[in-house]
């Protein structure tokens, strides 16, 4: 597609219920990176996905969150269990990394999750 | 490991005056640095980019930054704001892993930039 596509782009979920995000990156991109912004903060980042594998996750909060990527291409983010606290706004972004220059990310518009 | 301070957290100028947002970064690595916009209810948008070429970068809308290493910064500027220029700009490092071209999107706090009339 034209650019980086997020679904669904607002979603409320009760307290502990299960929520799927998905990210469509741009086509071609090799990396994919899921960040989360709270209210009135930074980025956070989550995980980071090189193809289907995933490099660093050390930004994932706990166990509750998993993310996977199939194909090189779509991924999602997975929480289970959701907690107020989980309320945020989930960013996705995709760059395509030939071997030997750094390039540019770009986002999504998001999907805002409200744990009511 | 790598981070970015940004210094400000909010930055007040009148239209017309010149725009200074601080950034500095720390990296293991060789990084590239980037400066993002997000205006309201927007996306992010990549304002500039540096990947070791030239040291002072120029981006859109007028903005430019200049890496410096010897002072760890990449300060964004503008010599005359708009209004149009109202949002939050974040300041980004990324550094290769070591033995890939892997890499790591390493975001500051952010510093919404106010201009009045």
């Known amino acids: 597609g034209a650019g980086v596509s997020q679904s669904p782009s607002n979603k409320v979920t009760e307290k502990g219920k299960d929520v799927e995000l998905r990210c469509d990156p741009i086509s071609g991109h090799t990396a994919l990176y899921w960040y989360r912004q709270s209210l009135g903060q930074g980025l956070e980042f989550l995980i980071y996905?090189?193809?289907?594998?995933?490099?660093?996750k050390s930004g994932l909060p706990s166990d509750r969150f998993s993310a996977e990527r199939t194909g090189g291409s779509v991924s999602t983010l997975t929480i289970q269990r959701t907690q107020q606290e989980d309320s945020a706004v989930y960013l996705c972004?995709?760059?395509?990394?030939?071997?030997?220059?750094?390039?540019?990310?770009?986002f999504g518009q998001g999907t805002r999750l409200t744990v009511v | 490991a790598q981070s970015v301070t940004q210094l400000d957290s909010h930055v007040s100028v009148s239209e017309g005056t010149p725009v200074l947002l601080r950034c500095n970064y720390s990296?293991?690595?060789?990084?590239?640095l980037f400066w993002y916009v997000q205006h309201p209810n927007k996306g992010l948008q990549l304002l500039l980019k540096y990947t070791s070429a030239a040291t002072l970068v120029k981006g859109i809308n007028g903005f430019e930054a200049e890496f410096k290493k010897s002072e760890t910064s990449f300060h964004l500027t503008k010599p005359s704001a708009h209004m149009s220029d109202a949002a939050e700009y974040f300041c980004v490092v990324s550094a290769s892993y070591t033995g890939g071209t892997a890499s790591k999107l390493t975001f500051g706090t952010g510093t919404r930039l106010q201009v009045t009339l």
């Open positions: 990296s293991s690595y060789s990084p590239s």
């Open positions: 996905f090189q193809g289907n594998s995933a490099p660093d």
């Open positions: 972004a995709s760059s395509f990394l030939p071997s030997s220059d750094f390039a540019e990310a770009f």
